[in-house]
């Protein structure tokens, strides 16, 4: 691990790094739980292992100017793939108008199946322990980062954050790969296959359905009762919302009487409202879309799904 401070180091550690045709980063942000957070520490990894010797933590708190040198080098490079994890948020402090071939970890782990990644949530620590049997002590996550000099715990943890990104991004690119692909051609899919797994799942769905909806209706009833706001992380919220009606025949009557300007709304005719103004049809400017729905049926007389 490098830990640098000296902004000619910065700017020679900076060069370095675009050399490589990816890189594994990560920030820590000063005055992090206020409106005036800015970053403070930018972390580098070159090694796909996660050797701790490839990191380098540049100390760019208060320095505008190596930011914006590390902006232009690294982040507006698309030349060089840069992975983050919730790339969002770094983003914030590193011009993500000018970013370039971002990679988000937090978003390839979001969008593989429960199947192939079970795991109560997305976060780092999370998928670290998960994928690569490590555990992430996230103490240091909201320490004071606007402090100098920063402790060596600090500095262990940010280099920790890098050190086990390549591993988790790798991981999740194998879990990817399993995964169903999103860009199927849909003439080329197995039907016998999707029918066969959409009904299977159809059936426990619906039951799954009926009873999660039986429980929510209960819960809801208990929580009310027991003016319970918060149990076991479910919170009951109740919130009140006022609705304003009129026909619309009494408001053209009332825009008319005070000269105010029509309404201007698009009404949906019905069937009956189209027979009686059949007569008129074809002075009304009358705008037409067709709407289309695909539905699926379930056959129920037929016994021949293996479960």
Not at 120 to 142: P, R, V
């Amino acid at each position: 691990m490098q830990y640098l401070t000296h902004a000619g180091k910065i700017r020679e550690a900076i060069a370095h790094l675009a050399r490589f045709p990816i890189l594994w980063l990560d920030t820590e942000t000063a005055a992090y739980r206020s409106k005036n957070r800015r970053i403070a520490l930018i972390q580098a990894q070159t090694d796909p292992g996660g050797d701790a010797a490839q990191v380098f933590l540049l100390d760019v708190l208060d320095q505008p100017d190596l930011i914006e040198t590390f902006i232009t080098t690294i982040i507006a490079n698309p030349q060089i793939e840069k992975v983050f994890h919730n790339a969002s948020y770094d983003l914030r402090f590193l011009d993500k108008t000018r970013a370039e071939n971002i990679t988000c970890t937090l978003k390839i782990a979001k969008a593989i199946p429960p199947s192939l990644l079970p795991v109560d949530n997305h976060k780092l620590n999370t998928l670290a322990a998960h994928l690569c049997n490590l555990s992430l002590d996230k103490t240091e996550q909201g320490g004071d980062w606007g402090q100098r000099p920063l402790t060596t715990a600090q500095k262990e943890y940010a280099a920790l954050d890098v050190i086990v990104l390549p591993q988790i991004h790798q991981a999740l690119l194998k879990r990817q790969a399993q995964a169903p692909s999103l860009s199927r051609d849909p003439a080329q899919e197995d039907l016998d296959a999707l029918t066969l797994a959409y009904r299977q799942i159809s059936l426990k769905y619906e039951a799954v359905k009926a009873e999660y909806e039986s429980i929510k209706d209960r819960l809801k009833q208990a929580m009310a009762a027991q003016q319970s706001t918060h149990c076991n992380g479910v919170r009951y919220q109740k919130t009140t919302t006022t609705e304003y009606k009129i026909s619309f025949a009494d408001l053209l009557a009332i825009t008319q009487t005070h000269q105010l300007p029509p309404p201007n709304l698009p009404i949906k005719l019905t069937q009956e409202w189209q027979k009686s103004l059949k007569p008129v049809w074809d002075l009304l400017p009358i705008e037409e879309s067709l709407r289309e729905s695909i539905s699926l049926k379930i056959a129920k007389d037929e016994e021949d799904v293996p479960f």
